[in-house]
C-alpha cells in the first residue's frame, strides 16, 4: 500500500466550477499536510498547508482533513485556467522513523477548460 | 531574496562519471533535503538532514551520498551515476521538517 495516494487524473473543470482534489495516508500519527501546485517544468509550490481537522479557507482555496479517516482535500472554487497543474498532497510528522520524513503523493493533474 | 539555489540546472553526463549537484539556501533553515521526480512516482525523498553534520535515508537513497558541514549548503553527490538516476532532482529546505518545503528550480540530470 502506497503512503500517500492521490487520484492521478487528469481531472477536468469548467472555468468557474469547483475542483476538488483528494488524498489518503496511511501513517495514522502524521500531524503535517500540505498541498503545492507544480507547473509543468517548475518545481513545486506551497498552496495550503493544515494541521487541525476540519477545514481551513485561503481565498478561493480550502483544505480539508480528517486524521479518523486518513484523508485530506483540496477544493478549489471558482476554478481558473491559470490553475491548470498538478497538485500535490504532502505529509509529515508521522511516527517512529517517519518523524521527520516528508512523503508526497503522485499528483493529481487539473484542467481548467475555459 | 529568500531562495534555494541549485547548480548545474541541467547535466548529461555517463554512467559512472562521479558528479555533484550543489544546494543551498539563504533563509537559516535547519532542515533541508534532496527529492527526485519521476513521471507517475512523484516526488520521492533521497535524504534529508535536520541540521548541520545529521543526516537520514529518505525512501530511496540507493547509489546517493549528501553531507551537511554547512548549515546553508546540502550537496547530493553521485559516486558513479547509472541510467537509471536519470530523473529530475530537487532540493528543498524547511525551518523543520514538518515545515513547509521550499524548493529550488530543479536539476535535469540525464546519465547515458
Known amino acids: 500500500q502506497k503512503e500517500v495516494e492521490q487520484n492521478s487524473g487528469p481531472l477536468s473543470v469548467p472555468e468557474g466550477a469547483i475542483a476538488s482534489l483528494n488524498c489518503t495516508y496511511s501513517?495514522?500519527?502524521?500531524?503535517?499536510f500540505f498541498w503545492y501546485r507544480q507547473y509543468s517544468g517548475k518545481s513545486p509550490e506551497l498552496i495550503m498547508f493544515?494541521?487541525?481537522?476540519g477545514d481551513k479557507e485561503d481565498g478561493r482555496f480550502t483544505a480539508q482533513l480528517n486524521k479518523a479517516s486518513q484523508y485530506v482535500s483540496l477544493l478549489i472554487r471558482d476554478s481558473q485556467p491559470s490553475d491548470s497543474a498538478t497538485y500535490l498532497c504532502?505529509?509529515?510528522?508521522?511516527?517512529?522513523?517517519?518523524?521527520?520524513?516528508?512523503?508526497f503523493g503522485p499528483g493529481t493533474s487539473l484542467s481548467v477548460i475555459p | 531574496e529568500a531562495q534555494v539555489t541549485q547548480n548545474p540546472r541541467y547535466l548529461i553526463t555517463v554512467t559512472g562519471k562521479k558528479l555533484t549537484v550543489t544546494c543551498s539556501q539563504n533563509?537559516?533553515?535547519?532542515?533541508m533535503s534532496w527529492y527526485r521526480q519521476d513521471p507517475g512516482l512523484g516526488l520521492r525523498q533521497i535524504y534529508y538532514s535536520m541540521n548541520v553534520e545529521v543526516t537520514d535515508k529518505g525512501d530511496v537513497p540507493e547509489g546517493y551520498k549528501v553531507s551537511r558541514k554547512e548549515k546553508r549548503n546540502f550537496p547530493l553527490i553521485l559516486e558513479s551515476p547509472s541510467p537509471n538516476q536519470t530523473s529530475l532532482y530537487f532540493c528543498a529546505s524547511s525551518p523543520t521538517g514538518w515545515g513547509t518545503q521550499y524548493f529550488g528550480p530543479g536539476t535535469r540530470l540525464t546519465v547515458l
Open positions: 504532502a505529509v509529515a510528522g508521522g511516527l517512529g522513523t517517519s518523524y521527520d520524513k516528508v512523503i
Open positions: 493544515i494541521y487541525s481537522n
Open positions: 533563509m537559516n533553515h535547519e532542515y
Open positions: 501513517d495514522r500519527g502524521s500531524q503535517s
